[in-house]
């Protein structure tokens, strides 16, 4: 397994060069980050270089690192994570892509070159707000199209900011600011005088 992660990173670096922002192998498994300017052209080459031939992209998941581990993230906020696999060479690569600015974070759209990544971006841009350039119909997956904000940013309130309700006046759905009281849920001891003894 270690010579066949360590050919692989070899040609990687062979072929993507100076595009390579670093390479991880830690736990079996490459990570490769690569520049949001770089993004569409290198996933073309993963795709197209013999020696690579990731045909298939498994997912693309969004990523806050606003608070990552113990502290304080010192980087960009937002990525796109993309697992890629070759199924000619039985490989698997994760290719990591920081947005640049964290106010609107934008990445290149690879449904081009691998066109089960529709999906898989519609939902980044939805739970995360990571605007996919190039996407031919970049719009909301999960939430309603009403939603305000994107839920799995850090920053995103627990309880949201609206809620939704049938209203049997109105014959139809509303949308409200939310009525939802926090409580302090605090548990309750229950003690028997003969517990124990």
Known sequence: MAQKLETLAAALTNT??????SLVNRLDEITLTVAASDWLAVARLLR????????????ISGIDYSHYKDGEWDGARFAAVCHLL????NQRLRVRVFAVDD??????????VWPGANWFEREAFDLFGIVFSGHPDL??????YGFVGHPFRKDFP??????MRYD??????????????PREITPRIIREETYGG
């Open 16 to 21: 993507l060069g100076d595009k390579v922002v």
């Open 139 to 144: 719009r909301r997956i999960l939430t309603d």
């Open 168 to 181: 049997p006046e109105q014959q139809r759905v509303v949308y409200q600011p939310v009525t939802i009281e």
């Open 103 to 112: 106010d609107f974070p934008v990445i290149d759209s690879v449904v081009d």
């Open 48 to 59: 197209d270089t013999a020696a690579l031939r990731f045909e298939q992209c498994i997912d």
């Open 86 to 89: 070759s199924v000619s060479n």
């Open 158 to 163: 627990l309880s949201g900011y609206v809620e």
